[in-house]
């Protein structure tokens, strides 16, 4: 029997994997479609925007430099280097984000350095760096596997697919939208029906100048023209009539794309095509027994933005430390509980995030109307700003501190004066602490914790007037000391996320 039988080998589930691997725990990971490598989870169709605090969670664990090997930054990229097109910096509802306007020291504790803000990559790429990884550890995954029935009692889970049973001690979907562990296992699914239907396709077509570059807004709905040749994507504002299960056809994509454009455009073929709406729900909790969730499973929501898989990364480097505690039998009372408190808001922010991209898309005067506001906004560097801090997850705090600490946030990537940084520290997913006091005055404290936290003091090269920090394996700020800690409140943080001291 597994430590934990883990549903879906997308990016969600195979991070997931490696944080508990890390851990010591046994894994085993169950995936549905046979094969790795889908040509929909490759460029151009499958490139994703990992954004800061992703980044970050990769970069804690030294899958970074593998990922950016294959993939490269994105923070202030111009698509064809092009000087009159915005450095590209993200989006919301189609207005592209210039990175010139983006003002980097505004954001809340942030710290220069070699880490990129964001990176643009595929999905393929992901999974194949995370599988490499899993596999280290001894994570088992077994592709082909349609999972069909869950049951589960106070001692165990058992996963049915087929003939065949996979019994664990904890299960965890992260089988996407459409969760099959989700619905077996009773989760309450709610949210807002879709505004449209959405289509990504690569296509060839002899008179493809006829669609506008980027992002065009229309009476009808709105396109995209992507830098790959022949990348294409539209919206149609149909209430999400089309029937997904249906072949997207080239007649019908270029009825909808004619319609919505505005244009004669011709396609001559279409070589891949998916469609997908607005459809915005959300797991009311989740954790029901012995069966959580994760990602796609937990919280859905539309592509725009690339909140859903930014979310779920979120979400699996949140879950992975408590689960793997919650098994060594490490874990402080209640401490399980915390993934639902702390991550269901954020996936809630999530849903409200694209439907406010929604709303303003809408083909109507007064949707149209917000989205020159809008434009206008996001024109100013404030507005901008704004709009990056969102979307990079860095600001996003939970509910642990006053609002005005780092407390509850992702730590910045504090760098000691002997050049060893916090991702340094973080490889092997313990707690750290950082002392900055000229007495390494949590060094006693600190050492009643060292089979769960590690111990490093020295001056940083910007403290933020900080004396010590407590940082999480997911990253977050535990606990912020002034410039002389109180050895008691730290203390207090560490009983609190960690248990009783072990000596």
């Known amino acids: 029997m597994h430590d934990v039988v883990i549903v879906g080998a997308g990016p969600v589930g195979l991070f997931l994997a490696?944080?508990?691997?890390?851990?010591?725990?046994?894994?085993?990971?169950?995936?549905?479609?046979?094969?790795?490598?889908?040509?929909?989870?490759t460029?151009?169709?499958?490139?994703?925007?990992?954004?800061?605090?992703?980044?970050?969670?990769?970069?804690?664990?030294?899958?970074?430099?593998?990922?950016?090997?294959e993939a490269g930054p994105a923070f202030g990229a111009a698509e064809g280097d092009d000087p009159a097109r915005p450095r590209f910096a993200g989006h919301f509802a189609g207005i592209v984000l210039d990175a010139a306007d983006v003002d980097l020291a505004a954001l809340p504790f942030r710290l220069p350095g070699a880490m990129p803000d964001a990176v643009m990559t595929s999905l393929?790429?992901?999974?194949?760096?995370?599988?490499?990884?899993?596999?280290?550890?001894?994570?088992?995954?077994?592709?082909?596997?349609?999972?069909d029935g869950l049951t589960q009692d106070d001692e165990r889970v058992v996963v049915h697919a087929a003939t065949r049973e996979y019994p664990a001690r904890w299960a965890v979907g992260c089988d996407g939208g459409r969760s099959a562990v989700r619905r077996l296992a009773g989760f309450e699914f709610t949210g807002?029906?879709?505004?449209?239907?959405?289509?990504?396709?690569?296509?060839?077509?002899?008179?493809?100048?006829?669609?506008?570059?980027?992002?065009?807004?229309?009476?009808?709905?709105?396109?995209?023209?992507?830098?790959?040749?022949?990348?294409?994507?539209?919206?149609?504002?149909?209430g999400g009539a089309f029937d997904r299960s249906r072949e997207v056809t080239r007649e019908h994509l270029q009825e909808v794309l004619r319609r919505v454009s505005g244009t004669d455009v011709t396609l001559t073929a279409v070589h891949?095509?998916?469609s997908y709406t607005d459809r915005a729900m959300q797991a009311t909790t989740y954790r029901r027994g012995r069966v959580l969730l994760a990602g796609d499973a937990a919280h859905l929501v539309s592509p725009l933005g690339?909140?859903?898989?930014?979310?779920?990364?979120?979400?699996?480097?949140?879950?992975?430390?408590?689960?793997?505690?919650?098994?060594?039998?490490?874990?402080?009372?209640?401490?399980?509980?915390t993934y639902t408190s702390e991550r269901h808001p954020v996936g809630a922010w999530a849903l409200g995030w694209t439907r406010a991209q929604v709303a303003s898309m809408r083909?109507?005067?007064?949707?149209?109307?917000?989205?020159?506001?809008?434009?206008?906004?996001?024109?100013?560097?404030?507005?901008?700003?704004?709009?990056?801090?969102?979307?990079?997850?860095?600001?996003?705090?939970?509910?642990?501190?006053?609002?005005?600490?780092?407390?509850?946030?992702?730590?910045?990537?504090?760098?000691?004066?002997?050049?060893?940084?916090?991702?340094?520290?973080?490889?092997?997913?313990?707690?750290?602490?950082l002392d900055f006091s000229a007495d390494r005055r949590l060094r006693t404290s600190a050492a009643a914790w060292e089979s769960e936290l590690r111990y490093a003091a020295g001056t940083a090269e910007n403290d933020l007037g900080l004396g010590a920090v407590l940082v999480r394996p997911d990253g977050v700020v535990a606990w912020a000391g002034a410039h002389v800690p109180d050895r008691g409140s730290f203390e207090r943080a560490a009983r609190h996320w960690f248990g009783d001291a072990s000596v």
């Not at 499958?46 to 090997?69: D, I, N």
């Not at 807004?217 to 830098?227: C, D, F, S, V």
Request: aromatic share 6%.
């Open 124 to 147: 393929d790429t992901v999974e194949a760096v995370l599988s490499e990884r899993a596999a280290k550890f001894g994570v088992e995954i077994r592709r082909g596997v349609a999972v």
């Open 43 to 69: 460029a151009p169709l499958g490139r994703r925007g990992l954004f800061a605090a992703s980044v970050a969670a990769f970069h804690r664990r030294g899958l970074l430099e593998p990922l950016l090997t």
């Open 272 to 274: 891949l095509a998916s």
């Open 363 to 433: 083909p109507d005067p007064h949707a149209q109307a917000v989205q020159s506001v809008l434009r206008d906004l996001l024109r100013t560097r404030n507005g901008t700003t704004y709009v990056f801090e969102k979307l990079s997850g860095m600001s996003a705090g939970h509910d642990l501190g006053d609002g005005r600490s780092p407390v509850g946030r992702v730590a910045p990537d504090f760098r000691l004066d002997d050049g060893t940084s916090l991702a340094d520290l973080m490889r092997y997913g313990r707690g750290v602490v």
């Open 306 to 337: 690339g909140q859903g898989l930014n979310t779920g990364i979120g979400d699996a480097a949140n879950l992975g430390w408590k689960l793997a505690a919650t098994l060594r039998g490490q874990a402080p009372d209640g401490l399980l509980d």
């Open 192 to 238: 807002t029906e879709p505004q449209f239907t959405g289509y990504v396709a690569l296509t060839t077509s002899p008179d493809i100048e006829k669609l506008n570059p980027g992002f065009t807004p229309t009476p009808h709905g709105m396109y995209i023209r992507m830098a790959a040749e022949g990348h294409i994507g539209v919206m149609d504002f149909d």
């Open 18 to 41: 490696c944080e508990l691997g890390l851990a010591g725990c046994s894994v085993l990971v169950l995936e549905r479609e046979p094969e790795p490598g889908a040509p929909w989870r």
